[in-house]
């Protein structure tokens, strides 16, 4: 289906992917809300630290009725190698929005030192690719003066960091997975838009309530040059070690609910419902996500214990 708007609108849209100059600027990274389960893509200092071989698939479908919504599918896999204190990483995203494609390739280091007893601090460093394409076929041009878009395929690359202080109740964060702020332009070189660099904190605590309950509150903050500070809370509950239930809040944005089951030991599937609370809200049906996680012990952990974070 073709969408009936401008390039010039095309330009507005990169704006929500990358804050344009001068007057769009916008939240640019893809936003999952169960961002808790795949902390390596948005901190590379996490890979390698769940002490098993992880590979996490996740797919997001935002705003269910809006034409051109954004569909982002993401894949990680990370583990340790068996050198102390180093993991290895890979991931994939592909974030689609109306006629543009991001796909995202990278690679992630982290080292984990000790402490003290019982807490560890990991440093990570992110290297990849982004490409971006635009499919000139899905608009209808009206105006022949628009700028061609035939040739606004950009490429860039990307070098990110991050911190992970944790321990086996807690877990503090700090990264960014781009430092590079990448300008693109159209044909006659006008700037379009500016990809900035976000800055990611997290935290999280697991209480245990008693030997069949367990209650993690977390918190996610973005921060990007040209957008408000996004903040995310939720709080989800372990059952039995099996069931997870729970609460997710994003400020003016959104409300969610989010469900998971650890099939075994290896396998946990989940899923997110998030409603808008937003005007664009009443232009849509809410976002669906849902992962699957698998995972395989290694000799530096016996065992998957399943665990909470």
Same mark, same amino acid.
């Given at each position: 289906?073709?969408?009936?708007?401008?390039?010039?609108?095309?330009?507005?849209?990169?704006?929500?992917?990358?804050?344009?100059?001068?007057?769009?600027?916008?939240?640019?990274?893809?936003?999952?809300?169960?961002?808790?389960?795949?902390?390596?893509?948005?901190?590379?200092?996490?890979?390698?630290?769940?002490?098993?071989?992880?590979?996490?698939?996740?797919?997001?479908?935002?705003?269910?009725?809006?034409?051109?919504?954004?569909?982002?599918?993401?894949?990680?896999?990370?583990?340790?190698?068996?050198?102390?204190?180093?993991?290895?990483?890979?991931?994939?995203?592909?974030?689609?929005?109306?006629?543009?494609?991001?796909?995202?390739?990278?690679?992630?280091?982290?080292?984990?030192?000790?402490?003290?007893?019982?807490?560890?601090?990991?440093?990570?460093?992110?290297?990849?690719?982004?490409?971006?394409?635009?499919?000139?076929?899905?608009?209808?041009? $009206? !105006?022949?003066?628009?700028?061609? &878009?035939?040739?606004? @395929?950009?490429? +860039?690359?990307? =070098?990110?960091?991050?911190?992970? %202080?944790?321990?086996?109740?807690?877990?503090?964060?700090?990264?960014?997975?781009?430092?590079?702020?990448?300008?693109?332009?159209?044909?006659?070189?006008?700037?379009?838009?500016?990809?900035?660099?976000?800055?990611?904190?997290?935290?999280?605590?697991?209480?245990?309530?008693?030997?069949?309950?367990?209650?993690?509150?977390?918190?996610?903050?973005?921060?990007?040059?040209?957008?408000?500070?996004?903040?995310?809370?939720?709080?989800?509950?372990?059952?039995?070690?099996?069931?997870?239930?729970?609460?997710?809040?994003?400020?003016?944005?959104?409300?969610?609910?989010?469900?998971?089951?650890?099939?075994?030991?290896?396998?946990?599937?989940?899923?997110? $419902? !998030?409603?808008?609370?937003?005007? &664009?809200?009443?232009? @849509?049906?809410? +976002?669906?996500? =849902?992962?699957?996680?698998?995972? %395989?012990?290694?000799?530096?952990?016996?065992?998957?214990?399943?665990?909470?974070?």
């Amino acid at each position: 289906m073709n969408i009936k708007i401008s390039k010039l609108f095309v330009f507005m849209l990169l704006g929500c992917m990358f804050s344009a100059a001068p007057d769009v600027q916008a939240q640019q990274d893809s936003q999952f809300t169960q961002y808790m389960y795949n902390t390596v893509s948005i901190n590379s200092a996490y890979a390698g630290t769940r002490g098993s071989l992880s590979m996490l698939g996740d797919y997001r479908n935002q705003w269910i009725g809006l034409d051109g919504a954004p569909e982002t599918l993401n894949f990680s896999v990370h583990s340790p190698i068996g050198v102390q204190g180093v993991g290895l990483g890979l991931g994939f995203t592909s974030d689609k929005i109306g006629p543009s494609v991001e796909s995202i390739v990278t690679a992630d280091f982290s080292y984990t030192v000790n402490v003290s007893e019982g807490t560890q601090l990991s440093f990570g460093l992110k290297g990849g690719f982004s490409f971006l394409d635009i499919d000139p076929t899905k608009l209808v041009i $009206y !105006d022949p003066n628009d700028y061609d &878009l035939s040739e606004n @395929n950009y490429r +860039s690359p990307i =070098i990110g960091a991050g911190l992970y %202080l944790h321990s086996e109740n807690w877990y503090l964060g700090l990264s960014s997975p781009n430092f590079l702020e990448t300008d693109h332009y159209d044909d006659v070189q006008v700037s379009t838009a500016t990809e900035k660099t976000h800055v990611y904190f997290i935290a999280g605590y697991v209480f245990t309530l008693n030997p069949n309950l367990k209650l993690k509150p977390t918190l996610l903050a973005k921060a990007v040059s040209g957008a408000p500070l996004a903040i995310d809370v939720s709080a989800n509950a372990l059952l039995y070690d099996r069931v997870t239930l729970g609460l997710a809040y994003r400020f003016d944005a959104a409300v969610s609910a989010l469900a998971g089951f650890q099939v075994n030991d290896n396998i946990m599937i989940g899923y997110a $419902y !998030d409603y808008d609370t937003t005007p &664009l809200g009443n232009y @849509n049906d809410g +976002s669906h996500e =849902i992962f699957l996680r698998f995972e %395989l012990g290694t000799k530096l952990r016996a065992k998957v214990n399943p665990r909470f974070f």
